[in-house]
């Protein structure tokens, strides 16, 4: 099982940009996904998630501007990010709770993405 993160890059203040997350392999369920970041010098941060009942939660600093949306039958997860702040400058990193098959059950496992480095100038 793996997860696949896409769509970083640089962009200008006010400017636009779309993150997607692809989980991949022998996938039984998943619970959670959702999308975390991680500035220079701090701690790695919860910027939106979206639990398998359908609610979303997003950090206080990104509402309204940010949507996190999920399509569980491609095992995806996506994050528009939308009037971005050079704050918002981090490494983004897609998290899923996936459960694999186990012996008739499921297996839960928290997987990460590779990180994807979202820039943005002033």
């Known amino acids: 099982v793996q997860l696949q993160a896409s769509g970083g890059g640089l962009v200008q203040a006010g400017g636009s940009l779309r993150l997607s997350c692809e989980a991949s392999?022998?996938?039984?369920?998943?619970?959670?996904m959702g999308w975390y970041r991680q500035a220079p010098g701090k701690q790695r941060e919860l910027v939106a998630s979206?639990?398998?009942?359908?609610?979303?939660n997003y950090a206080d600093s990104v509402k309204g501007r940010f949507t996190i949306s999920r399509d569980n039958a491609k095992k995806t997860v996506t994050l528009q990010m939308n009037s971005l702040k050079p704050e918002d400058t981090a490494v983004y990193y897609c998290n899923a709770q996936i459960g694999t098959p186990y012996f008739g059950r499921a297996s839960w496992t928290d997987y990460w993405g590779q990180g994807t480095l979202v820039t943005v100038s002033s």
């Open positions: 979206f639990t398998s009942g359908g609610n979303t």
């Open positions: 392999g022998i996938i039984r369920s998943i619970q959670d």
